[in-house]
């Protein structure tokens, strides 16, 4: 995989984009949270057509950066003290260090307690929430994969080959050219619907690739009310 950055002209503004060459046949367009553009492309794409892409699509790309750019700046990162407010499923709960002879984390009425024997030491607590962070991630999304198949009429024709949770930096899923859906461990501090509507949009790459007017009338179909899905989790996890 290789990156670079270039830049097109669109009317007075300049368009700035990362393009990452991978293996695959596709050229696809993504704007991420941060605003930023990113085009991934096979690795024998010539620059000339992926300017032109990106020229073509440039309306739609500004239309999105305008759309994350109302949430920006983003909460800064957690630093895992005590009394520092977490998000879990939609719903705020403050972090509780306590002493404790068995490592562990639990939600217990409004808190997250970490149980731990170095209550003073901040990256064991980060360890043991994003442990639990993890484990929890996994359980829920396998439980609402199966719950979003059954918007589509043949649910099996959508089923991803396997399901990947990692703490990614901008994207909350994607689906690998060899439909393998991989979700942000982020996803599982977001609203339930919220999480729905990442792991449809992601189900519909199976049939669709690209973002193009195919794409999101299938969207559209099988769930109809994603744009508000879509803005209350980027204003949630702003």
Avoid at 7 to 15: F, K, L
């Amino acid at each position: 995989m290789t990156t670079a950055r270039h830049s097109v002209q669109y009317g007075e503004h300049r368009i700035d984009f990362t393009i990452v060459r991978r293996e695959r046949t596709t050229l696809e367009i993504a704007v991420e949270p941060d605003a930023c553009v990113v085009v991934a492309a096979p690795k024998d794409a010539p620059l000339e057509a992926i300017e032109e892409k990106v020229r073509k699509r440039a309306a739609w790309i500004r239309r999105q950066q305008r759309y994350f750019i109302q949430f920006l700046p983003r909460t800064p990162d957690r630093q895992y003290v005590a009394g520092e407010t977490h998000l879990y499923l939609g719903r705020q709960y403050r972090l509780k260090v306590v002493p404790h002879a068995q490592a562990g984390v639990k939600l217990l009425r409004g808190f997250i307690v970490v149980q731990t024997h170095r209550p003073e030491r901040t990256e064991v607590t980060r360890e043991l929430v994003e442990h639990w962070y993890r484990q929890r991630a996994h359980a829920k999304f396998v439980e609402r994969l199966e719950v979003n198949l059954l918007r589509f009429p043949a649910p099996e024709d959508f089923r991803p080959k396997g399901l990947i949770v990692r703490q990614l930096r901008q994207r909350w899923g994607s689906m690998s050219p060899a439909s393998r859906l991989l979700l942000n461990r982020r996803l599982i501090e977001a609203p339930m619907d919220a999480i729905d509507y990442v792991i449809t949009h992601e189900l519909c790459h199976i049939a669709v690739p690209h973002h193009g007017p195919e794409f999101f009338e299938l969207l559209d179909r099988v769930l109809p009310d994603w744009p508000k899905r879509k803005h209350r989790l980027e204003q949630r996890m702003a």
